[in-house]
C-alpha cells in the first residue's frame, strides 16, 4: 500500500518535474533560439550571472524575475474573480491532461509491477478531450472578463475556433480507436512495437488531422488568431501582466509538450524505438543483471519517449515560424468544410478496412 | 432559435484602432465599427507625426530644407532630396553634370530598394511570418550599409545639393554594391519561397483591398499601387528625369488590384532597381558631380582656399542662402511610394515663398476606408500593410 | 508655343481664365473661383485632355495681396501625358471655394487639409473638418500671420 503510494508520488514528481522544471522553462529558451537559428540571428544571449551567458539559458530565469516583480493588474471594471480565475483554468487542463500519457511501458523490477504512467485510465483519449476542453473557459472567460475590448474578440475568436477544431480533432483519432481498439493510452502505447505497426503508418491522414488540429487547439501560429498580435493587440490576455501572464504563457508551452505526448503515444510508436525491439534492448543491456537491465531498458524507453516529444515541440516550432497566420474565416472554413469532412472520410475507410479484414 | 435571434439585443461594436497599436505603424488612428468581425464603418484620424514640414520650409533658406525632406519617407530619404534639389534646379535653371544625374539614380534606387523590401518585409511581419520579415531586414540592412558608405548616414542621407552632391561616389563603391547585390538576391530568393507561393500568405492577401483601375485613378493612386490596378503609370517612364530615360528597366503592372497584387509589383520592382542600379553604375561617367555655378553650389575645398571669388561666394551662400529667382514650378519624382511632388513658390528672397510636397501616400490612406469597408478586421492588416502609409510623409 | 491644354481652356471660358503662363514649361491658368468646378469638369472630361489624375491640391497666402489666398491644383493627363497648374485666387473676405469633390474623390482630404492649414472653406465638402491638427486648435498655421514659434499645447482636463 504505502508502496503503491510512493510510487504515485514518485511519478507524479517526476511528470510534474519534466514539465514544469524542465519543458516549461526551456521551451520559452529553445523557441528563442529556435527562431534565431532559422532568421540568421543569434538569439537571446545577454543575460547573465558573473559574465557567464550559458547560451541564453538564464533568460528563462531572468524573464520569470522580472514577471514576477511586475504589478499585478486588474483593469476597471473587470470582473475580478473570473479574471483572477482564468489563466489557472487555463494552465490546469494543460498540466493535468499529461497523467494519462504514458512516458514508458510496464515493467518488472524486484518483482514489483511498475507502470510508467500517473494514471492508467480505461478511457485515457476521453480523459484528455474532457480537460482539452475545459482550457477553452480559461480563455474565453479572460477575454470576457477583463472589460476590453480586445480581449473581447479575442476570447470570442478562441472559443468559436477551439470549439470548431475539438470536433475534428475528436474524429481524427476515431480511426486510431478503431485499429487498436482501445482507448486506454498504454494499451495503444504497447501496441506499437514493430515500426511498421505505428499509428502515423496505420493512419497518416489522421495523423495529419490530428496534429493541424492540435496546434490550432493550442492557439499557436498559424492559428494564433485569438492572441494575433496585429490584429487584436494580444487577444485575450491584453490585460494580464506579472504571474497571471506567466500562467497563460507557461499553459501554451505546456500544451504543446502535452499535444506532444499524445501524438507520439497515438502515431510515432510511444515510448519505442524503430527497428530495436525491447527483447533486443534487454538483451544488450544483459550485463547488468535481470533488474539492472530492466531499468535500464525503463531509461531507455524514458529518454526514447521524450526524445520523440523534443522532435515534435520542435516540427511545431518549426512551423510557427515559418507560416503566416490565417484569417477568421478561412480556419473556420478549415475547420468545418476541410477536415471535418476528411476526417469523416477517414473513418469511413479506416472502418471498411477493419471489416474487411 | 428564430424567436431569440430576433429578441437577442445586438449592437455595433466601436473600437479605436491606434494610434498606438501594433498595426498602425507610423501612428495613425482607425476607428472601426464592428459588427462581430465585419468592419461596418472606418474612419482614419492622420496627423499624429504632423511637424509643420512647409511651415518650418518657409522659414529656412534654401539649402536649409534638406534635412526636413529627409524626414517625409525616412524609409526612402534620397528620393524626397533628389525631389526637392530637382525642383529649386528647374526653378532655377540648372542642368547637373552627367556623373551627378548618374549618381542620383544610383542612390535613388537604392532608397527605393531599401523601401520596398521594408515593405514587403512588414507585409510578412504582420501575418506573422516573421522569418520573411528577418530576412528582408538583412537586405535592407545591406543596402543601408552602401548608403552609409555614400553619405555617411543611414536614415537621415541630407545627401543630395542644389545643383550636386554632397559628395562623390566612395572608391570600391561598384564591387561593393555587386556583393551586396548578391546577397539581395539570395535573400529575395528565399521570401519569394516562404511567401509568394504560401498558400495561408496567398489567401491573407488575395482579393482584399481590390481597387479597380478606375477607382484607383479618382482616388489619387499612384506608383505601387497604382500599377497594382493595373495603370502603367510610373514617373520615371511617363515623363523621364535624369538619365532614367537612358536607361532600360520594365514597369511590373498588377491585373486585379488586389493587395497580392501591390505585394507581386513590389517584389518585381526590387529586381529593377537592382537592374536599374547595375546599369548605372556600369555607364557611370567620369566627371565633376557639382555645377560649376558658385552662386548656387561650394566649389571645392581648394577654390574656395586659393581663389576669392571661390572664397566670397562660399561666404555669401553659407550665411545668407542662396538666391533663387521669383516663380513657380512643380517637380514630381516617381518615389518608392508613388509621385512625390515637390511645388515650389520663390519670391525671389533667400527662403521659399511656398513649399509644398504631394505626399503619395496621403490620398493611398484616404481610401482605406473604401478599401476595407464590409471586409474582416483582420484584412485590415495586409491592407493598410500594402498601402505603405509613412507617417512622416503623410502628416508631414 | 501655347500648349493644347492652355489653348482649349481659353476657346471655351474665355471670361473666367484670367491669366496664363508656362513658366519652365509648367503650363498654368489663372481662374476666377466662380467657374472652377466647370472648369474642372471640363478638364477632366474633353476627349483631347482627359485629365484623369488631381495630383495635388494645395493653397498659397499672398499676405498683403488683394486676393490673399491662391487655390492650387495639379492636375496630369494619363492619356496625353501633360499636366497644368490650375491657380484660383480667393479673397480673404469671401474665402470660400466651391468643393470638387463630385469630380475627383481624392480631393476630399486634400481639400480638408488646405482648410485645415490655411482656413479655405470648401462649399459642398460633406465632411469639411480639421485633418492633420487637432478640433481645439485655434487658427490655421500655413497662414503667414500665424507666427513661426506659435504653440498651442493641447492639454485635456484634469482627472
Redesign the interface.
Known sequence: MIADLIEAIAKILFVFGVNMGFFAPILGWVERKQSAVMQDRVGANRADIFGFTLIGLLHPLSDTIKLITKEDFIPAGANKLFHTLAPFISLTPAMITFAVVPFGGQYEIFGRRINLVVADLDVGILFVFAFASLATYGTVLAGWSSNNNWSFLGGLRAAAQMLSYEVAMGLSIIGIIMVYGSLKLTEIGAMQTDFFKWGIFLQPIGFILFLTCAIAENKRAPFDIPEAETEIVAGYFTEYSSMKFIMFWMGEFLEMVTISGIIVTLFLGAWHLPFISDERLLSLFGFAGPNGSIIMLMMANIATFFGKIIFMIWFQMTIRWTLPRFRYDQIMKLGWKIMLPISLINIFITGLVVLLK | MSDLAKNLHTEHMVINMGPSHPVTHGTVKFLVTLDGETIVDFDVEIGYLHRGFEKMCENSTWEQVFPYTDRLNYLSPIINNVGYALAVEKLIGIDTPERCKYVRVIVSELSRLADHLTNVAASGLELGAFTAFLYFVEARDLIWDLLESVCGARLTSNYVRIGGLKNDLPDGFKEQTKEVFKRCRELWIDVDKLLTKNRIFIDRLKDVGIMPPDEAIAWGFTGPCLRASGVPYDVRKAQPYLVYDQIDFEIPIGEKGDNFDRYLVRMEEINQSMRIVEQALDKLPDGPINVDMPEYRWQSKDDIYTKIESLIFHFKTVTGGIRVPPGEVYFPVEGANGEVGFYLVSDGSGKPYKCRVRPPCFPLTAAMPRMVKGALIADIVPTFDMIHMIGGECDR | MESITLKKLKERFPDSIMETHS??G?D?AIVKKEDIFKICEFLRDDNELLY?????L?A??YYGKESRFEV?Y?LYS?KY?M?I?IKVPVPESDCTIDSIIPI???A???ER?AYD?YGIIFKGHPNLK?????EEFEGH??RKD?P?RGRQPLIGPKN
Not at chain 3, 484623369?52 to 495635388?56: H, S
Open positions: 513658366f519652365r509648367d498654368t484623369n489624375f488631381m495630383m495635388d494645395t498659397v497666402d492650387v495639379h494619363l501625358n499636366r497648374r475627383w474623390i481624392c476630399d482630404w486634400f487639409e492649414l480639421r485633418i492633420l491638427l487637432y498655421p500655413l500665424y513661426v
